[in-house]
Nanobody, 123 residues
């Protein structure tokens, strides 16, 4: 079992930056692709960014390309989401998730989930 705990959320203004962290425990996540999802009120949960097990491959939702970056430190069992130039539409609960596979796959591959951290961007 893998336990994931997100941190770093908060209330910021449009244009600000935030860095979210996802700390894993229970076992190493160095063999798992990892992803950040978000869910806004009344909307479906969407995949925002993903990173392969080695960190060499990443993918992003079109809405965050050029503004968000995902990275991982396997030695610390931690994944990060750097969010720059935040917009009010980025407001959501952000979830960290671990995939059952090493490489970037589909949403159904994510099997371990954190509890989420709230990000609110004011205009």
């Amino acid at each position: 079992q893998v336990q994931l705990v997100e941190s770093g959320g908060g209330l910021v203004q449009a244009g600000d930056s935030l860095r979210l962290s996802c700390a894993a425990s229970g076992r190493t996540i160095s063999s798992n692709a990892m992803g950040w999802f978000r869910q806004a009120p009344g909307k479906e949960r969407e995949l925002v960014a993903a990173v392969s097990w080695s960190g060499t491959r990443t993918s992003f939702a079109d809405s965050v390309k050029g503004r968000f970056a995902i990275s991982r430190d396997n030695a610390k069992n931690t994944v990060y989401l750097q969010m720059n130039s935040l917009k009010p539409e980025d407001t959501a609960v952000y979830y960290c998730a671990a995939s059952r596979i090493r490489y970037l796959g589909s949403r159904s591959d994510y099997i371990y989930w954190g509890q989420g951290t709230q990000v609110t961007v004011s205009s």
